[in-house]
């Protein structure tokens, strides 16, 4: 078959369309956050001092630290997978629920006694942790991973990586609501061992499912 | 033609073509086919690649473009996401030989001016492919591509309903591009 040929092929198939990958990434991390809250209310219980404990700005931290993950990781698998798209900004903007966790790391030497710091790292639920964030991110990632193959990912372990930070931080958010340690040493550690779980995942499932 | 100018123009026949403009899609795709052949067998020259398999090239970016044609933003320039897959392209095609993986490739504007004219049949030629489809994908394919019947006739033809010849056109489609994707080259 000619090249001419091809083009008739491919002009004939011009009516099966694909809704824009953008909308269809977004529907993916709509449902598989759904399906992790639904997986966090059955199996996972919210913290009974919740109300008391939100108005903290240890838990305020973890929160942004989450969500800003959430938002930029969204915005960074998204232009990974649209070829052309620059990614600009948004790649700094992953560098900033970091940045303000070193920050909350600092804050926490400079105010707490070091003789405290070593029960603030390990917590009451370092296993817990590293269990459910992983456990909750699974819906998410495999909604996100199948929503990539529609995209175009010029790197697909690079676009699984990231997906698993996007996952990682949607279980990385609704697991605070359940979890009691709130130092920025017990994110810092557990919190982001279980996001690096989640991203490694990604990476590998991304390097081999991605291609197109 | 500036680079600019022709841009423009591509991305409005895409516009088109997402609307459904069965016309705007022939031209887009047939305007774009030469350029994609200078970038192709430019680039391929230099990563020691033959001419024929330049084609094959051109055959696997047009078929990227088209299952992907989701991926452009209508309100971004066509131009980027164009080069992005024709160099992803030519990196596989790279990588397939086994050379490293950095391809240097010429920016679109010195490349406007090549000489892509010419229908130089592709090494790894479709035909070849279509043995490796199903019978019934291998018809279809002939009869749309190089029998040039519309999806009516060949419906008609192969005894199968419209819509059941769209779906199957769709995954052979599908099937074409990841033989490519797999194939040795």
Same mark, same amino acid.
């Given at each position: ?8 092929? =491919? ?30 209310? =059955? ?9 008391? @404990? ?50 909350? %790391? ?45 995209? @175009? ?8 990586? %990231?997906?698993? =930070? ?47 | ?10 991305? /409005? ?19 774009? &086919? ?25 055959? /696997? ?22 080069? &992005?897959? &024709? ?6 095609? +790279?990588?397939? !030989?086994? !050379?490293? &993986?950095?391809?240097?490739? /010429?920016?679109?504007?010195? *490349? ?25 994908? +291998? ?11 519309? *999806?009516?006739?060949?419906?008609? +033809? ?6 059941? *010849? ?20």
């Amino acid at each position: 078959m000619k090249t001419d040929d091809l083009v008739n092929v =491919l002009v004939a198939d011009l009516p099966i369309t694909t809704p824009r990958f953008s909308r269809t990434l977004t529907r993916a991390l709509i449902f598989g956050a759904l399906i992790a809250a639904l997986v966090f209310v =059955l199996g996972v219980h919210m913290r009974p001092d919740f109300a008391a @404990a939100i108005e903290t700005p240890r838990v305020w931290l973890k929160f942004a630290f989450g969500l800003s993950l959430l938002i930029a990781s969204f915005k960074l698998t998204q232009r990974l997978a649209s070829p052309g798209e620059p990614i600009g900004f948004w790649g700094m903007a992953l560098l900033g629920a970091p940045l303000m966790l070193a920050l909350g %790391v600092a804050a926490e030497m400079w105010l707490t006694p070091e003789s405290s710091w070593k029960m603030r790292l390990i917590g009451a639920n370092a296993r817990f942790c590293l269990l459910f964030i992983p456990m909750l991110a699974t819906a998410p990632l495999a909604c996100l991973l199948f929503a990539l193959r529609q995209g @175009a990912p010029t790197n697909p372990g690079l676009a699984g990586a %990231v997906a698993g =930070l996007l996952a990682g931080a949607v279980a990385a958010t609704l697991y605070a609501l359940h979890c009691p340690d709130d130092s920025p040493f017990f994110l810092a550690t557990w919190y982001s061992s279980a996001i690096v779980i989640v991203s490694a995942s990604g990476y590998g499932v991304g390097s081999r499912m991605l291609r197109w | 033609m500036r680079l600019g100018d022709a841009e423009e123009e591509w991305a /409005e026949l895409m516009r088109a073509a997402i609307g459904g403009n069965a016309s705007a899609y022939r031209s887009l795709l047939q305007t774009l &086919t030469p350029v994609l052949r200078g970038v192709a067998r430019r680039n391929c020259a230099r990563i020691g690649l033959d001419g024929s398999e330049a084609e094959d090239v051109v055959q /696997e970016v047009l078929i990227a473009l088209h299952l992907k044609r989701h991926t452009w933003d209508p309100d971004r320039p066509i131009g980027p996401w164009i080069m &992005t897959i &024709t160099r992803n392209k030519l990196i596989d095609a +790279r990588r397939k !030989r086994g !050379r490293s &993986t950095h391809v240097p490739i /010429e920016e679109m504007n010195e *490349v406007l001016s090549v000489d892509g004219s010419g229908d130089s049949v592709a090494r790894f030629d479709i035909n070849r492919m279509l043995e490796r489809l199903g019978e019934r994908q +291998r018809d279809l394919l002939r009869s749309l591509s190089i029998e040039g019947c519309s *999806v009516q006739e060949t419906a008609q +033809r192969l005894n199968m309903s419209e819509g059941a *010849v769209r779906v199957a056109l769709h995954r052979a489609i599908k099937g074409l591009a990841s033989l490519y994707r797999e194939s040795p080259q």
